[in-house]
Each structure stands twice: as C-alpha cells, then as structure tokens.
C-alpha cells in the first residue's frame, strides 16, 4: 500500500543515511523506534506526504505521494499528530467532524451520514459524554484519543500514528493499540511512532530501528527486537524479561 | 451552502439559517434607522414613499444623494473589515489578528495623507490609499515569504515590524503638515464616512468575496486546527493561504479607501459573533459581514448625530461601543 524507494528523509545538519525501501503492506502494523531526535516524527510526515524526502520516493498505492492532491491522499492515509489542540476553540464533536473534511466537496455540507461516522468513532473511543465540550478543556488522555477517534472518522486505508500511546493510562493505551490492530485486521495498513518497546513488542509485525547517525535497518519484529541491537540504539543497558509467553524490555539503572 | 446533498442534512440548515436572518433583519433596521435620522427626519411612512418614487423632493435628495449612499458606504466598510479581520484571525491562527495587522491600514494612511498633502482631490486621496495599502500588503507578504518558509508567526512579526514604520511615517507627516490640514488628516485617520459617496464598488467587493469564501469555509475550519493537521485532511494548504490574504488584503483596502481606518470592527466583531454563534467560519464568515456592516452604519448614524452640526468621526463611536460590549461578551463566556 505504501512504500519507500531509497528514500532519504531531509533532516538539516544530516550528511546521509540508509536509504529505505520498504512496503506497508495491508494488515501489517509497523512500528518505527529511535531515541529522541533520531528522525521518527520527520519520517511519519515523510511518509504521510507532508514532508518532500531529501532523495527517493514515497509510494501510495503506486503512485508517488508528492503528485497527489492532498485531497486524495487524505481519503486513503490519516495522520495522527503528537500535538493537538493547537488552534481555535472547538468542541470535541466538531473535531471528530473534520475527519470528514476529505469526503465532501467544496459546496456540500456534512450529512447525516458524516455525523454518525463521527459520533461513531467517539463512541468507540469513549468520548460520546464529552461531545459538546471545548477541546480545551479536555486532559491530555482525552485529547490523544480524540485525535484518534479524528482518524478513525476519516475512515482511513493507512493510519500513520505518531505515538499514539502518548498520555494515555494503561487501560487506554491497550485499547487504542487493540483498535489499531482491529484496523489492520479488516486490512488497514498501520505505521506507529512508539518509545515503548514492550507496546512494539506486543503489537507490531514489522520494526524500523532509525539511529540518530541516520543508519537504520527493518524486518520483521522478532529479528529486529534483540537486546544488543536495542542497545545499541538507545545507548542504554537493557534487560529482557519473559513472562507468559511476552517478551519484556526493562532498562537497567545504576541505582540499586 | 445548500447543495446537491441538502435533503439528507435537515440538522445543519437552521443552524446557519438562523443566525443570518436575525442579523439580516438587523441590518434593515439599521440602514433604516441611518436613513431616516439626522438634523431633518424622515418617518418610517415617509421613507417608504420615498423608496417608491413619491415624497418631498427635499426627503428625496437627501436619501438618495446623502444619506443612503452614505448608509451602504459604512455597511460596504464595515463589512469589509468584519470578514477581512475574521479571515486574518484565521489565516495566523492568532485572536488578536485584525485586518490592520499586517500594516495594511497604515500604508493606506501614508497613501491618503500624502494626497491630502499635494491638495488633491477626495478621489485621489482614495485612489491613493489604496495603492498604498496594495503597496504594503505587497511588502509584508513578500519579505514574510523572503527564503520559502511561511509560517503565521513569521508574517505576524513581518506585518507589525512594517505597520510600525508606517506608524513613524504617519507621525512624521503629521508634525510637518500646515496646521489648517491638520483636522481632516486627523479625521481620516480615526476612521470617517462624511465623504463617502459611492457604495457601489466597496458593496460590490463584499459581495464577491463572501461568495469565493462560502466555498473555502470547510477548508478554513480545518486551517484553523494547524498547517500540518490541515494538509493531512487534504485541504491545500498554500494555496488557500494566499488566496486567504490576496483577500483580506483587498477587503482590507476598499475599507480603508471608502471610509478610513476605522479601527475594532474587525478585530471586534468576528469575536464577538464566534462568542455567540461557536466557531464555524461558514457561518462566521457572512455573520461578519452582516454585523460589521450594521456596527458601522449604527456607529456612524451616532456619529452625525450625537454632538449634531457638528460630526464626529465613525471610528470613534465603533470604539466607544465595541470595547464594553466585547468585554462584556468576554466576561460572560467560558
């Protein structure tokens, strides 16, 4: 569905890096790790189209993204941004509302039809009882899940999430990472941002570990998510633990 | 805004519907009441004759030459900076924005104070305003886009370095000007209708404009959320900027051409209207221009009025009004 050709993302004050080429395919949940600054938001935005990549191409569905109108590519691929609630004061309905704004023309207005997929995907991320309050007024949980529930109205093909678990208690964090997986299951492709390597572990099929020199390598999770390569890349002592048939990343701290 | 699909949305209709009759039907009321006050008035019964060809030839001349021209030129004006503010407000997602930001007010002040220096005529002094407002509207989006990145704190800071120059500028012309001129700079600058005469092409301009919008207004709602969210909900970004600011700076001047720089409506009234009505650039959009339009013919049928012969000037009365009732407005919202 989306894919990369020697792509270079354009960061200031990086000489080079791996060219990637690699292929989101339906159903497959992505998880892109790095430490702070490696480039994971620049490549998001990158791949969402948002960004013109220093050298290669990004692909949907064989087109290449830069050529088409943003119109089109917001009907298949949505973006789910690490900041919110810049802007205007809004209530929450409003803003599940403009995941429609890709569906309809210019001198339509929204249907019925456009505020039950709004309503809908609040209801599915039990935010219905806060419909008719300011975005502002929400806490930071409540806003990461409204952004959600924006892209979940946009009825996307591709979700590209930049840390979704962002903010979010335990209890929500399982179950947008469930939803997310419930979207690649009817055939969504779903490419995250994550910090936390047991969510990645859990959740993704794929890894992308970007290094902050521009290296990075992919594969499939299982083979990317060792100990020495998770290391390497956070420059951090870590520590694997199993426990019920999971694998868990704990860091190991000086302190005892 | 109705369109092809406006059977299946019979909950949005109202919403807009509404709103936009009360202010039309405020609008008459005000352009009736700026027409039928002043040192000579007009009754209802009256006016109506007049409005169809009968009446005294006095009640006749003095609608049709002086008052109703002078009524539609403080709508045209008024309207003009309440939908050119509303879209500025947007544009750098910023709530202090008003369609002055960008220095166009003082670059059209330069313009109409330099004709006014040289003794030309009423015309000129408008033709020459707004050139200068063009000039400096042409300046600031130029260096603001000066290397390629164009974000809205960048043209923010760009518009009020060069309004503040134009600022000195106009306090220069002042300190040196003959002291018998000094009265009508003054009045111009605060914002005055006594010399408006044709409404036709302000009106006109309005008009245009708030049609291109009513199309653009989804996509403003999504602006308003943020470039990047923007541009992932498939709105154009850049295009629509400029078209954003090719706009309001037009609005822009025609107001400031027709009837000075009246300050507060546009910072005022889109404010006050997103207060009450929520923040729907659909609806604020023609709100705004139905309620500057009425602000100002209401502002200035006071201001020929209230110290009557004498006449003060229009920027003067939208101030008086706009502050207590925005703060009022302001103190009672959430």
């Not at chain 1, 220093?54 to 789910?80: E, F, M, P, T, Y």
């Not at chain 2, 059209?108 to 015309?123: D, I, K, P, R, W």
Request: glycine share 10%; with cysteine.
């Amino acid at each position: 569905m989306l894919a990369a050709t020697d792509l270079v993302i354009d960061i200031p004050e990086r000489k080079s890096g791996t060219p990637l080429s690699f292929d989101v395919k339906a159903g497959e949940i992505w998880g892109i790790l790095g430490p702070n600054g490696a480039g994971k938001t620049t490549l998001l935005h990158t791949l969402a189209g948002l960004k013109k990549p220093r050298a290669g191409s990004v692909n949907l569905n064989n087109h290449n993204i830069q050529d088409l109108r943003r119109k089109q590519v917001a009907q298949q691929l949505a973006v789910v941004f690490q900041n919110n609630g810049e802007g205007f004061p809004a209530t929450v309905l409003e803003t599940a509302m403009i995941g429609r704004h890709p569906f309809i023309a210019p001198w339509d207005i929204e249907t019925a039809d456009d505020l039950a997929i709004a309503r809908q995907a609040l209801q599915k991320l039990e935010l219905s009882n806060l419909e008719s309050r300011l975005v502002s007024t929400l806490s930071g949980g409540e806003r990461q899940r409204l952004a959600i529930a924006t892209a979940l109205s946009q009825s996307p093909k591709l979700w590209l999430a930049d840390e979704p678990s962002n903010h979010l208690d335990l209890k929500h964090q399982v179950q947008i990472m469930g939803l997310l997986a419930e979207q690649a299951d009817t055939g969504c492709g779903v490419i995250l941002c994550l910090h936390d390597l047991n969510l990645a572990a859990h959740w993704c099929d794929k890894i992308l570990l970007l290094y902050p020199n521009g290296e990075a390598c992919w594969g499939d999770a299982n083979a990317m998510l060792t100990v020495p390569a998770l290391e390497r890349l956070y420059d951090q002592k870590l520590s694997m633990i199993s426990s019920e048939g999971q694998t868990y990343f704990m860091p190991i701290s000086s302190r005892t | 805004m109705a369109g092809a699909k406006s059977n299946n949305n019979t909950a949005s209709l109202p919403r807009f519907f509404t709103p936009l009759l009360v202010l039309f039907v405020f609008t008459l009321g005000a352009l009736t009441l700026a027409i039928t006050t002043g040192s000579v008035h007009i009754s209802n019964q009256e006016l109506w004759q007049v409005l169809h060809g009968g009446g005294e030839p006095l009640h006749r001349t003095l609608v049709f030459e002086l008052r109703l021209p002078r009524a539609l030129s403080a709508f045209a004006a008024g309207g003009l900076l309440a939908v050119a503010g509303a879209l500025m407000q947007v544009l750098l997602r910023n709530p202090l924005a008003d369609p002055y930001v960008l220095g166009l007010s003082g670059g059209a002040a330069v313009g109409a104070l330099v004709a006014m220096l040289s003794g030309l005529s009423a015309a000129a002094v408008s033709g020459s305003a707004f050139i200068g407002a063009m000039i400096s509207a042409v300046t600031v989006f130029g260096l603001a886009h000066g290397t390629g990145s164009w974000t809205p704190t960048r043209l923010l800071l760009t518009g009020v370095v060069i309004a503040s120059g134009w600022g000195a500028a106009i306090t220069f012309m002042l300190a040196v000007s003959p002291s018998d001129q000094l009265p009508g700079m003054l009045y111009w600058l605060m914002g005055d209708l006594a010399y408006a005469r044709s409404p036709w092409m302000a009106l006109t301009v309005l008009a245009i404009i708030s049609v291109v919008m009513l199309p653009l207004g989804r996509s403003l709602n999504v602006l308003a959320r943020g470039q990047m969210q923007a541009s992932a909900l498939g709105v154009s970004v850049r295009p629509l900027e400029w078209t954003i600011y090719i706009s309001a700076s037009l609005l822009t001047a025609f107001a400031v051409t027709t009837a000075g720089s009246i300050g507060f409506v546009g910072l005022i009234v889109p404010h006050m209207l997103r207060l009450v009505l929520g923040n729907d650039q659909r609806l604020i959009l023609p709100a705004a221009a139905l309620a500057g339009g009425a602000l100002l013919t209401l502002a200035d049928t006071l201001a020929r009025t209230l110290i009557a012969p004498e006449q003060l000037p229009a920027g003067v009365i939208t101030a008086l009004i706009g502050v207590p009732s925005f703060l009022y407005l302001l103190h009672r919202s959430r």
